[in-house]
């Protein structure tokens, strides 16, 4: 431990002035002391402050901001009450249209540090951001919890196991917020013990609240410790009387110790199933667990850009890869020859089967399985894909996957990311075959660090 110690060029608690360049892939700001990079959380790229360091590192510390010594021009007062104690959003107080810049900024790093490109040569986008940068998720998951006689509903503050009540979230559609505290005061009137992290005692956890921007549809699911729920049928009757916009109320149960949201368990309680949303011309039924981008508003404007990308004329064969319930690949059937698309989780398989049947796209055909074992088979039998687009989790493409596409040689390859660093190290991989056309980084969730990105790859003829 000594001898870690007399490694370390910067001690905790101490205090120096620090110059911000830039703003890293969490939101905090990015300083050098000593050659050392130092992480600061709420502090903007050309301030200078004065920081306590609270965690040092061999290679990085963590610090606070003590003092400002000269504020940056882009900063602004944050408008939401608990944004410092919350820690759900990065960028409240820096100005809109520099968050999107900073966004851009943040892909260039990841570029930067994965990659061995020239990032001159490079054409990387101006990020395309929404008009109004408020009241966009469409989907909230607020714990539930006891403080001083109160039910309270919100998210646990930065690095504790402190519930913040959050009464308005602003990034939230205010439908959902609406819902969230009617059932969470219905939840009190009819005295419905509330779960406790600490004792494992109590029942409700939390409150999920989805609406269908376009249908104007809400969904309700009560995530719970166990199946026995007290009062149910009051409780269900009073949803109904007090929320006349709530269509659907599941039930999800969630017995296990963990900070994983949802169990395996999903029951219906009242009224449909499913809510409906709708993007453009499509209309997409959502069950309680599916998965579906949280900005419908903006994800238009994603797959739009995948469109612009893909320049269909009709004749194309195309791989909606980790296609989930379809949804790119249906945006791009009109324009295509023939989708074929796969994922692992049979549900989406099924789901995207009923997309494409519903829509009437007879050219659209979908697969369980991994891409890495499907392409190649198709390539045998004679079909090889012209496009292929991904939208991969946050960890990025699976290596084999990678490989498979360096095999199969698509003429053209769209990776539709949510990890600048993934995305990176992907695209380094694929250079050696495929050279990076343009780079379209995307705003899907304002006010925090998170950046999307479409990158669109064209195959090197040699």
């Not at 490694?7 to 002391?33: A, D, S």
């Not at 013990?193 to 409700?204: A, D, M, S």
């Amino acid at each position: 431990m000594l001898k870690n110690e007399k490694t370390l060029l910067i001690k905790e608690k101490q205090q120096f002035p620090l110059t911000i360049k830039r703003l890293g892939i969490n939101g905090e700001g990015v300083g050098y002391f000593k050659k050392q990079v130092v992480f600061v959380p709420g502090a903007l790229p050309g301030e200078e402050v004065v920081v306590e360091v609270t965690k040092a590192h061999p290679k990085y510390a963590e610090a606070i901001v003590k003092k400002v010594r000269k504020r940056s021009e882009h900063r602004v007062k944050a408008p939401c009450i608990v944004y410092e104690q919350c820690g759900g959003c990065q960028l409240q107080h820096l100005e809109y249209s520099q968050q999107l810049k900073e966004k851009r900024d943040i892909l260039i790093q990841a570029i930067e540090r994965h990659t061995r490109f020239a990032i001159e040569e490079l054409d990387i986008r101006p990020t395309i951001g929404m008009d109004n940068p408020w009241h966009y998720r469409n989907k909230s998951q607020f714990q539930v919890g006891f403080d001083h006689g109160k039910v309270i509903a919100g998210m646990y503050s930065i690095d504790s196991h402190r519930l913040i009540n959050i009464p308005e979230c602003i990034v939230q559609q205010p439908v959902t917020n609406k819902v969230t505290n009617v059932v969470k005061q219905i939840l009190a009137d009819f005295k419905v013990p509330i779960y406790n992290e600490k004792t494992r005692k109590g029942i409700v956890r939390t409150i999920v609240t989805r609406v269908g921007i376009q249908t104007g549809e809400v969904q309700v699911m009560l995530v719970t410790a166990k199946k026995e729920l007290p009062r149910k049928e009051a409780i269900i009757s009073e949803i109904k009387n007090r929320l006349p916009e709530v269509v659907s109320v599941m039930q999800n149960v969630n017995p296990k110790r963990t900070s994983i949201v949802l169990g395996d368990e999903t029951v219906h309680l009242s009224g449909k199933e499913i809510v409906e949303e709708r993007l453009e011309e499509f209309t997409y039924e959502l069950s309680a667990r599916a998965f579906f981008q949280l900005n419908p508003e903006q994800t238009v404007k994603l797959y739009n850009e995948v469109k612009k990308a893909a320049e269909l004329t009709g004749k194309e064969k195309i791989v909606d890869a980790y296609c989930g319930v379809g949804t790119i690949g249906l945006w791009l059937a009109d324009g295509a020859a023939e989708i074929r698309g796969m994922d692992i989780i049979p549900e989406g398989i099924e789901d995207a089967k009923k997309n494409a049947k519903k829509h009437g796209f007879e050219n659209a055909t979908y697969f369980t399985g991994k891409a890495e074992e499907l392409m190649p088979k198709w390539v045998k039998e004679g079909w090889r894909p012209d496009v292929v687009v991904v939208d991969p989790p946050r960890t990025g493409c699976d290596p084999k996957f990678l490989e498979t596409i360096l095999k199969v040689k698509p003429k053209k390859f769209i990776y539709v990311s949510c990890n600048p660093s993934t995305l990176a190290k992907d695209l380094q991989v694929l250079s050696k075959k495929y050279q990076v056309e343009y780079l379209q980084p995307v705003d899907m969730f304002p006010q925090t660090a998170h950046v999307e990105c479409v990158a669109l790859m064209s195959r090197v003829e040699k």
